[in-house]
C-alpha cells in the first residue's frame, strides 16, 4: 500500500477529491447554516498558514 503524502504548493487537486469536500462543506452548511466569521478565519488561517487574518488586502 502506497503511503499518501501531501500534495507540492501549487500542485493541482484531484477533481474528485475537491467534489467531496465542495459537497461536504455544502452538506454542513444545509444542517447548521452559513459558517461565521470566526469559522471561516479559522479555516483561512489553517489553509494559508496565517493566524492573524486581520492584515489582509480586505481589512477594515
Do not use: C, N, Y
Not at 14 to 41: I, K, M, Y
Amino acid at each position: 500500500m502506497q503511503a499518501s503524502r501531501r500534495p507540492e504548493a501549487g500542485s493541482v487537486i484531484d477533481p474528485a477529491l475537491e467534489r467531496g469536500v465542495t459537497w461536504d462543506l455544502r452538506r454542513h452548511q444545509e444542517e447548521h447554516g452559513p459558517f461565521s466569521d470566526e469559522e471561516l478565519a479559522k479555516a483561512r488561517a489553517k489553509i494559508f498558514g496565517s493566524a492573524d487574518t486581520s492584515k489582509g488586502a480586505d481589512a477594515v
